[in-house]
């Protein structure tokens, strides 16, 4: 039982994680030197959770209190259409947290291997974005490298823009362009694991695993104040971080509980099968390099 001063329900807490039942924005006070937030927040009442409520003016400051200097918010969101018109309040939650003193460091794209809900007025909505935002400079930055180069193996050479216009071919003599390049900012990522339907808004483990990769190194602290069905602490876990969620219904909670109590550091051979490529665009180029290849 929660003393009657504790501002959570219930609290579960190991040497690797802590998990609060209750309102984030009671709990975000306490919690200080997180290093990563990924998190998908309760958005423009597109589902209404039970009827639970929160307030992005009063959460988004306690958000950026809890981050250490270089800390990084990784914030999954999309807007609804109301009157015919998206709202933009994702945008103005990220302008919001610019003035709070952070950066925007990248506004990158989560593409949906399918469709919601087919619209007749617009292109089908396929994508959420995924704002990617550091107090200061972001303190750990591991890029991935594994989107296959279409010129692997050859030497690297590239055109300059001269003033008037016209082109000079570049070579870098010797320089041969590695196998795999940096990851672009658009993920298409598959969601197709066991789970998915656990809760009515999950996002995949690969989206946060790999956000966790990038911008956090080993036995930081991960946060997600919105944490559903504890898919950002079961990265964490399989990642070997340290993990703080919170979730506010009591049913999400105990799955969220559930799945994180089972997730296990993953083996070297499970991490490199994790670190191949698995979005589709590079799957897409993949194969179009294997057809460049067959022709020459
Ligand atoms: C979009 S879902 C997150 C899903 C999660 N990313 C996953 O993969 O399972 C948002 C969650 O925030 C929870 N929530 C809503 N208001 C909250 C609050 N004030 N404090 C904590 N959690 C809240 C909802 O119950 C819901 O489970």
Redesign the pocket.
Known sequence: MPKLSEPWQEKIETERYALYL??????LPTLESIHLV??????DNL?T??G????FEK?APQIFCSLVEGGVVVW?VGDSTVNGSETGTSMRQVLRFMELGMRLHDTMIYEKASVNFPETTRYYQIFEFMYVLSKGSPRAINLLHDRPNLWAGQKVHSTVRNADGSLTPKVCIGNLTDEFGIRYNIWRIPHNLPG?H????????AL?FDHARSWSNNEDTLL?????????GVAAIKLGRKFIG????PT?FA??AKRIAEARLETPAERALASLPRDGTAGDLKRLIAKRRSKR
């Open positions: 209750g309102d984030c924005l009671d709990i990924i998190t998908s927040p309760p958005y589902r959770y039970n639970y409520l929160w307030d959460v999954v998915r656990l809760h009515p808004a999950t996002f995949p483990e946060a997600d104040p919105f944490m559903g069905s504890g898919t950002t919170i979730e506010i219904d999400y799955i969220a």
